[in-house]
């Protein structure tokens, strides 16, 4: 496909080395000449200096011509006018990503009105992220699928950890729910693990469960801890809002440290069941005496990775049960687990996976592809859903007579709301919702792709 986008920041510039990975024709438009020439030489995409929102610069990007246009510069405003421009120029789909949460109300209008494929808050979507990780603490991450149904969650195995030292082969028994250990990440190098496999001590797995077997499986696994309910936040951000309002809401005990007065009275006015201190959330004296070693979750949510990163680790010796961790500059995420921060989230990279989901759905001719798509363990793998719509040559034959390409994992078929963590005499039926897990070097477009001997 044919993509355009307009602004060549964190998002813009993750987006674009995504998409264009993937084989789409990528332009990016920029008011700022030295991004991107650095986009133009790193990521070898054409480029257009000038103003987004122009139709001059529009129509010299093709934007006429274009499937979607995806407007990421960091103005609101910005981002709704050059959608429209592209709309009105006969772009097919355009996406908007709009921060503001005053627009954030009026989301169905601007749709509707604007002629939008879709709106994009990249906070509310990192609020969302860490409020599921405080609902579970002992998991890092977690994914859902299948409207909920089933769920990929990722472990550290610890020491005094029942699966140190088991076979994968031992899991189900050790575990005694129906969950399935899918991906396993040592040391960066990420295996599609089979029944002998042997975990080890610092292994991070990914596991697919029936979300309905959460409690159960970290229960028997000895790693349960329970749901966060005294929970401190460093940093007023708009991240921090939209996690508090939904924290409230479920009755946690909640403090935010921020360093802006003004921030911290709008905070007190909007948030007025919530603790605001007005400090600076860096300092350990301030945090000691607004009790961060009593909380049972800390979450550094201000516009700086070291500040971050150092509350983090200090939260973490001081023993805090779960600490969560915003992070822009993701390409040292192996270094931040060296140092025991495990939960880290990035909004652009939770936009820029949002954004891709949707292009492929788009780009789908079929109506076979994924339906939905997450990048797990650092966008190492990937976890894809697909729904089966035609009985096929893959279709009600058992799985242990069907050749499945290297690297490549069967996590589960859910067939009539029921979740089946497949053995080999299972079968896929018509009308199933399959997920796979695969490494990420892997084009799987459709479900056929991951046999030996279909053609894509």
Known sequence: MKIVIVGDGKVG???TKRLSEEGHDIVVIDSNRNVLLQSQETLDVAVVDGNGASVEVQLE????A??????????????????????KLGCRHTIARVRNPE???????????????MVINPEKQAALEIYRLLQFPSFLKRDSFAKGSVELVELKIKESNVLAGKRL?????????????CAVDRGGVITIPKGNFTLELGDKITIAADAGDLVRLIKNLGVYSPKAQHVMIIGGSRTAKYLA????????NLTIIEKDPQRCLDLSVSLPEATIVNGNGTIQELLLEEGIAKMDAVVTLTGMDEENLIVSMFADYLGVPKSVTKINRTEY?????????????????????????????????TGISAITLYRIVDGKAEALEFTVKNNTDYTDTPLMKLRVKPNILIASIIRQRKVIIPSGADEIRKGDNVIIVTTADHAVAELRDIFIGEDA
Do not use: H, W
């Open 333 to 365: 995420n192996n270094v931040y687990e060296s140092r025991g921060i495990d939960s880290i989230v990035s909004p652009k990279l939770l936009t820029a996976n949002a954004i891709t989901r949707y292009v492929r759905a788009m780009d789908d001719t």
């Open 13 to 15: 510039y993750t987006l």
């Open 169 to 181: 082969d031992q899991f189900r028994n050790l575990a005694n729910v129906n969950a399935l250990v």
């Open 66 to 87: 274009s499937d979607l246009l995806i407007a990421a510069t960091s103005g609101d405003e910005i981002n709704l006018l050059c959608c429209v421009v592209a709309r």
């Open 245 to 252: 309002q939904r924290l409230i809401r479920s009755k946690v």
């Open 103 to 117: 627009y954030d109300q009026q989301i169905g209008f601007l749709k509707d009105e604007l002629g939008l494929s």
């Open 61 to 64: 990007a093709g934007v006429a």
